[in-house]
Nanobody, 127 residues
């Protein structure tokens, strides 16, 4: 069982930055693909970014089109933590952001392919 705990959310003005963290339990964290999703009020959950697990050469990442060039996902396997650096934030980025882990080490944009989820952290961007 893997437990995920997000932190780093908050209120920020448009154009500002936030860095989300997701701390994971478990000795096999490094082998899991990790993803960030978000859900705005009244909307469906959507994919934001993902990073592959170990076992693949390099550190493959994938992003939703609406965050390319603004958000960066990274991981520190020694600390069992994945990060989401969010720059140039817009009011439409307001949502609850969720961290997710996938036992398969390949990245995925599909939420049902992730096995473990955190409780979410609120990000609010004011105009």
């Amino acid at each position: 069982q893997v437990q995920l705990v997000e932190s780093g959310g908050g209120l920020v003005q448009a154009g500002g930055s936030l860095r989300l963290s997701c701390a994971a339990s478990g000795r096999t964290f490094g082998s899991y693909a990790m993803g960030w999703f978000r859900q705005a009020s009244g909307k469906e959950r959507e994919f934001v970014a993902a990073v592959q697990g170990s076992g693949w050469s390099g550190s493959w990442t994938v992003y939703a089109d609406f965050v390319k060039g603004r958000f960066t996902i990274s991981r520190d396997n020694a600390k069992n933590t994945v990060f989401l650096q969010m720059n140039s934030l817009k009011p439409e980025d307001t949502a609850v952001y969720y961290c997710a882990a996938r036992r398969d080490n390949r990245v995925s944009k599909i939420d049902r392919e992730y096995d473990y989820w955190g409780q979410g952290t609120q990000v609010t961007v004011s105009s």
